[in-house]
């Protein structure tokens, strides 16, 4: 089944080259089918890539995916255009009064500052609290994970002597849900960051670890009682988006290091290899399938549902 985007996103264009199944919004319209209905709120600067690497991934579902784009009302980003933002992407008084099967937080560029030093904190966190009441559950990455782990399990981040940068592989911490089916015993996950969570802690506020890297430390975790997923690191990341961000680093003078095992021969001319994708397509068909065996057919029952 195709995902929903909105008419006229640029995305369409590139996501139609790669063959992803997409329904445009108007004849979505005219189909009697209880679409799963995603509120991806993108925290990324780089915006119109991240639709595009979510697109691709639930495009590979064989449900009907509404995807609706949310941004902050408080702060502006700097790398897209206002009117961009206006034609594509909600806010949360526009979907005060509306429900959805799941809100995705991606990452953003903000991990080095306290929670509470984001300019936008305040409502992000009043984002995450409406949530309770009108998203059946959430899903992190990166940042986006650490934000929901501090908001709803008060866990905290901790500071790295250096960015972890690069390709790591995950082993498996725990196979017992349908969330990890099919995955391999050791799987890569790209990773960019300079923070981390304390694998005892995670654990400490009863959550479940998923999979876990002896360099890069816990990439998975989940919340058993509600089903919300937090995944640390990039699954959903390009095959160049790690080598973009060592290019634009190192072309502004900083003092970058390679990203591990991640360029051939760590000659960074050399194009690097997707090694991760078939994990990102099973991951995230894995958590559509279990979101839609799980979640209301009539989302409005929410708003009566039992606080997290």
């Given amino acids: 089944m195709p995902i929903k985007v909105p008419d006229s996103l640029p995305a369409l264009e590139v996501l139609a080259k790669e063959g992803v199944d997409l329904i445009a919004e108007n004849a979505a319209q005219h189909q009697d089918i209880r679409p799963l209905r995603l509120l991806l709120l993108n925290l990324m600067p780089k915006k119109k890539d991240t639709e595009i690497q979510f697109a691709r991934l639930f495009g590979n579902s064989p ?21 961009y933002l206006r034609r594509f992407y909600r806010q949360l008084d526009d979907v005060r009064d509306d429900y959805f099967d799941a809100l995705i937080v991606t990452g953003a560029p903000v991990e080095t ?39 709803f399990h008060g866990l905290e981040k901790y500071q790295m002597p250096e960015k972890l940068f690069g390709v790591f592989d ?23 960051r300079y923070t981390y969570n304390k694998a005892d802690e995670i654990r400490g506020a009863g959550l479940e670890i998923l999979a876990q890297s002896e360099l890069a430390g816990v990439g998975m975790a989940r919340c058993p009682e509600t089903g919300d997923l937090y995944v640390l690191n990039h699954l959903e990341y390009d095959a160049g988006t790690l080598g973009d961000e060592y290019h634009r680093d190192a072309g502004e003078g900083l003092e970058t290091a390679l990203p591990q095992h991640y360029f051939p021969e760590d000659d960074p001319q050399q194009a690097p290899i997707n090694r991760w994708r078939p994990f990102a397509y099973l991951l995230m068909a894995n958590w559509i399938n279990d979101l839609y065996r799980d979640t209301p057919y009539d989302l409005r029952v929410l708003g009566s549902l039992s606080e997290i």
Wanted: hydrophobic fraction near 40%.
């Fill in 63 to 83: 449900l009907q995916i509404d995807m609706l784009l949310m941004t902050t009302a408080s702060y502006t980003p700097r790398n897209t255009e206002p009117a």
């Fill in 170 to 192: 995950h082993q498996l911490a725990s196979s017992s849900g349908r969330l990890m089916q099919g995955f391999t015993d050791s799987f890569p996950m790209p990773v960019s």
């Fill in 113 to 151: 500052l306290a929670f509470d030093a984001v300019q936008y904190w305040p409502e992000l966190q009043e984002i995450l609290e409406w949530s309770k009441t009108h998203c059946f559950r959430r899903l992190g990455i990166c940042w986006g994970a650490q934000v929901l782990m501090k908001q």
